[in-house]
């Protein structure tokens, strides 16, 4: 530190100016370390965006037929039309068991077939497809009898043997052989086993279902089966690691093998909800992960539309 103490009563006039030019010395070398200091902070490059892992699409290699945007796209079958859109994914997470795009099951991509053949379905459903009925999305919005489910609005696909499901038409408890053969529906598609993946292995989960086919059939003969894909959860779900997405696409292997084995149209429903990263995007998703919202469910009877039974 300078020390610049003059005393005034002596009148130096040279100590007087030495002083004043140190002053002026030291208030010029201040200003430009601060000018010095104020380019360096607008000089600091910005703090990087934080990268969070999973945001973006792996880079393996594109197969021959990979995702499209539209029908004309090389990833729809030119002959039969088979909807391979979601191959990519299946490609890019070997985690996920990938859906068999040869099986004769597979529906294939048709027309629109719009609300004239949604409004001739009902769904056997767990929790995720029974958010249909009070976002109002089918035929008699929220008071619909197109879902068939329990009264807690869900079923379980372990405990269905002499469950008692709400009958939509007049809120009695039956089972769903009653009420399979009170109202003989024309279509059912069947979206069962979302409330199974996590403690059922193959044969306890072929088992209950091949069970619950049979008594509906024996039930109402000239009823079309559709046997319809567990949707993917998103990453708010999957982080609690109780059911997984490569758990689900494990379940809907087999849930293809049935349709194969009892010759029923296969609903490839989970394709429509899957993004790039593996997992359901949370803008279709509730709060929860594990239930689609109503743009979710949306794309899901879009699914429906475009992948019709139309024989």
């Given at each position: 530190?300078?020390?610049?103490?003059?005393?005034?009563?002596?009148?130096?006039?040279?100590?007087?100016?030495?002083?004043?030019?140190?002053?002026?010395?030291?208030?010029?070398?201040?200003?430009?370390?601060?000018?010095?200091?104020?380019?360096?902070?607008?000089?600091?490059?910005?703090?990087?965006?934080?990268?969070?892992?999973?945001?973006?699409?792996?880079?393996?290699?594109?197969?021959?037929?990979?995702?499209?945007?539209?029908?004309?796209?090389?990833?729809?079958?030119?002959?039969?039309?088979?909807?391979?859109?979601?191959?990519?994914?299946?490609?890019?997470?070997?985690?996920?068991?990938?859906?068999?795009?040869?099986?004769?099951?597979?529906?294939?991509?048709?027309?629109?077939?719009?609300?004239?053949?949604?409004?001739?379905?009902?769904?056997?459903?767990?929790?995720?497809?029974?958010?249909?009925?009070?976002?109002?999305?089918?035929?008699?919005?929220?008071?619909?009898?197109?879902?068939?489910?329990?009264?807690?609005?869900?079923?379980?696909?372990?405990?269905?043997?002499?469950?008692?499901?709400?009958?939509?038409?007049?809120?009695?408890?039956?089972?769903?052989?009653?009420?399979?053969?009170?109202?003989?529906?024309?279509?059912?598609?069947?979206?069962?086993?979302?409330?199974?993946?996590?403690?059922?292995?193959?044969?306890?989960?072929?088992?209950?279902?091949?069970?619950?086919?049979?008594?509906?059939?024996?039930?109402?003969?000239?009823?079309?089966?559709?046997?319809?894909?567990?949707?993917?959860?998103?990453?708010?779900?999957?982080?609690?690691?109780?059911?997984?997405?490569?758990?689900?696409?494990?379940?809907?292997?087999?849930?293809?093998?049935?349709?194969?084995?009892?010759?029923?149209?296969?609903?490839?429903?989970?394709?429509?909800l899957i993004a790039g990263d593996g997992y359901s995007p949370a803008n279709l998703m509730l709060p929860d992960g594990f239930h689609p919202n109503k743009a979710g469910l949306t794309k899901i009877l879009e699914y429906i539309r475009t992948h019709a039974v139309t024989e």
């Amino acid at each position: 530190m300078i020390n610049c103490y003059i005393n005034p009563k002596k009148g130096d006039a040279g100590v007087k100016k030495v002083f004043f030019a140190a002053l002026f010395l030291l208030a010029a070398i201040l200003a430009a370390g601060a000018v010095v200091r104020s380019q360096s902070v607008l000089e600091e490059p910005p703090i990087p965006a934080i990268d969070y892992p999973g945001t973006h699409l792996p880079t393996a290699p594109r197969p021959e037929k990979a995702a499209a945007p539209d029908e004309d796209d090389p990833a729809i079958d030119p002959e039969k039309r088979v909807d391979r859109r979601a191959e990519l994914i299946y490609f890019n997470h070997p985690e996920l068991t990938p859906v068999d795009f040869e099986s004769p099951s597979l529906l294939p991509l048709t027309e629109d077939m719009g609300e004239a053949y949604t409004s001739r379905i009902v769904f056997l459903c767990d929790s995720p497809t029974w958010w249909m009925k009070p976002f109002g999305l089918l035929t008699g919005g929220t008071n619909t009898t197109q879902i068939w489910t329990g009264p807690e609005g869900t079923v379980t696909l372990a405990y269905l043997r002499g469950y008692k499901i709400l009958d939509p038409y007049d809120g009695a408890l039956r089972t769903i052989p009653e009420v399979t053969r009170l109202h003989k529906p024309e279509y059912m598609i069947v979206a069962l086993g979302m409330n199974g993946v996590a403690f059922m292995d193959e044969d306890y989960f072929k088992r209950e279902y091949r069970n619950i086919l049979d008594e509906m059939k024996a039930a109402s003969p000239e009823t079309k089966f559709i046997l319809q894909s567990i949707y993917p959860v998103s990453r708010a779900d999957a982080s609690r690691g109780i059911i997984t997405n490569a758990d689900i696409t494990r379940a809907n292997a087999w849930i293809l093998q049935l349709a194969e084995e009892y010759g029923y149209p296969y609903l490839d429903s989970f394709s429509a909800l899957i993004a790039g990263d593996g997992y359901s995007p949370a803008n279709l998703m509730l709060p929860d992960g594990f239930h689609p919202n109503k743009a979710g469910l949306t794309k899901i009877l879009e699914y429906i539309r475009t992948h019709a039974v139309t024989e």
